[in-house]
């Protein structure tokens, strides 16, 4: 009997609109909760990939130096998306342990340095033709509370320095060489081992 | 006014079923006290009073509700969430003929979406004072490329000072050619004197610019990477010539 009547309470509910209405409100929140994880999902993403650039450079070397990362050959990318005519070396930071001085004189046609924070997004980047120095590379990177500590003492060179305040204390600087010449090689390689990382002592 | 709330009210044996949920259940409907049945005083008692569908006692549960809600909830949220970081929704893509770049990629300009598909995959993107990469996934006909037929890249590529070409898989990774260089770049290019070249994208030995594919790769893609070019500070983006993809022979 209490089948038949639920039976019968459910078509009444069909029959009245009740049942319809009730549906399309559950399916709207349910759609509306959906959309909030949807976004919050997604928002996440970036936050927990194991897998990141930053933490895949570790394997190459200590940090705080420039390690040559291996050449980009099939099977074998040290990081995806590298391209295979370049040569790379790539140095971590934690700007917590002092300002950051990035030296290098790669030879032409081409090089590029980028800095990327932990999670693998670019923060500032430059090319041999915009680095304004004639294809020498002198970058000091810094966060702001260490600036005003600078300013008061600046050292010797600062304006000859590309100053590049950022709010991201880890990351990872990379410069990528062209290796159009076979015979150019060994120069490519001799600068970009001549490449320095270094942390300024601060006070 | 006289009418007897009290007085018991005569009923059709046909209306109990229909009567409020009241009474249903409670072990009353063999016991004759239909007095205790709501009536309808409009009705001149004669009916049971019908709450409106709103008013009615629920007998579903809020528990389930919530369930179907919750349930909804997540397969819809993650599902598309999914999806959209798997497939990456194209915001901020630029078009050059079949060439796709995405200058935002990689920046912390990036839209959440493209951040997420690229913090996934670890990819090291160019960023915009090195360069610009233009992916093609389709020839100019508007077909898949596929790694079992050459290709011939014809025409003139976007001002820069150095662009590199080289083919990829599907999932952009390199793959392993019979080829002595990875890809080809604009140093190393046989020209016409117009400036307009012609590359055969081919697993085998090509005379003249010849970038060597894997038959064998899961899919094709070429990547072309513009260096220091003008289109990063997305001036001149109008009428800008790139080159365009046919179809050679298949195996």
Known sequence: MSARTSDRGFWREVLDGTLPVRAA?????????????????????????????YARISAFGP?????????????????PMLDPTMLHAACRFDLGRGPLKIEAALPPPFWSFALFNARGQAIYSLNDRTSGSGGRLDVLVITTEQLSVLRENPPEGLEDLIVIETDETMGYALLRAFDGEPLRRDIVEAALAEARCTVLAQQ | MTIPVTTPVTMPASLPGRASGRLRGSGMRGSRRRASLPVNPEADGQMPDRLPAILRPRRRTFALNLALVLAIAVSVGFLSAYFAVERGPAFGTLNLGVWEARPSQGTREADPYSAATHARTGRVPLADGEGLVFLARTDSSGALLSPACDYVIAGQAAPARLWTLVPLDAGLRLVATQGPRAGLDSRHLLRR??????????????????????????????????????LTTGTGVANVPMPSIFRGDCR
Do not use: C, K, S
Not at chain 1, 28 to 50: K, N, S, W
Not at chain 2, 211 to 227: E, I, K, N, Q
């Open chain 1, 63 to 79: 940090d705080g130096v420039f390690n040559r990362l291996p050449d980009v050959v099939p099977g074998a990318e040290p990081l």
């Open chain 2, 193 to 230: 004197p117009d400036g307009e070249f012609t590359v055969t994208a081919a697993a085998r030995a090509r005379p003249g610019n010849w970038l060597p594919t894997a038959a064998d790769a899961a899919g094709l893609v070429f990547a072309l990477r513009l260096y220091d070019t003008p």
């Open chain 1, 25 to 53: 409100m559950i399916l709207l929140a349910g759609l509306f909760l959906g959309g909030i994880i949807h976004v919050v999902t997604v928002l996440g993403v970036p936050a927990h990939v194991p897998q990141t650039a």
